[in-house]
């Protein structure tokens, strides 16, 4: 079978000259995304693009669901709550996933909103989910949030301890679908996607949770099951 493939992968559209509408952007990430997988010898079925649409308002949503887009990202329980009930029933199959910090005080609301919640990072969360999925019978997939930048102002749980919240996660009969990260911003991604794919390997989880705007494909060649993508989506947040 013949491979057109490129030798590189593309950089992203500059965003700031980018003014078309979200529907044609969503196109050209579909086919970067398509390429940055051909590339890594991956299926596009294994991908899943996020379309985070935080801050943005339904009326710039709704294009995207017209064009067939269903997975959809939100930082807030009670962002999400006010802009997607009507969404949702206008567009069956919509997934929506929780990507901000979650307080464990609002695990019940989570996990009755959220189709996915990409932030458990603690104990304590993971003890307010397990109880709020029995009480909603109700049970979102759930990536383990890893701090794979060690910053200190960054949530995720500290590399040294993944394994043991790993292990409560799976005690407490939490789905865990995969790992998530947020790379230290202005530095090289790469490598921090490598090391939370190695860490997913070594724990025997299927998923990952990685790359945005700038790095999606990079991400895409490295393992990424699910690409966030923002702004090169919806423009620049106010
Ligand atoms: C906002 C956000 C994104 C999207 O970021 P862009 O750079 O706009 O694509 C992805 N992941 C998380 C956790 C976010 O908060």
Redesign the pocket.
Known sequence: MPFDEPSLVPRPTPRVSDDRPPAERLIDIRTRIDKAATLARRKRGDLTL?A?S?THPATAIEPLLAAGQRDF?E?RVQEAEAKWPALRDAYPGTRLHL??QLQSNKARDAVRLADAI??VDRPSLVTALARAMEQEDRQPDCFIQVNIGDELQKGGCAIAELPALLTEARAADLPVAGL?C?PPAGLEAAPYFALLAKLARDHGVAGLSMG???D?ETAVTLGATHV???????G??A
């Open positions: 996020i985070v935080k990202g930082n990507i901000g990409h932030v998530m947020l945005m705007s700038d999606y966030r993508v923002g702004s090169a989506l919806f620049h947040r």
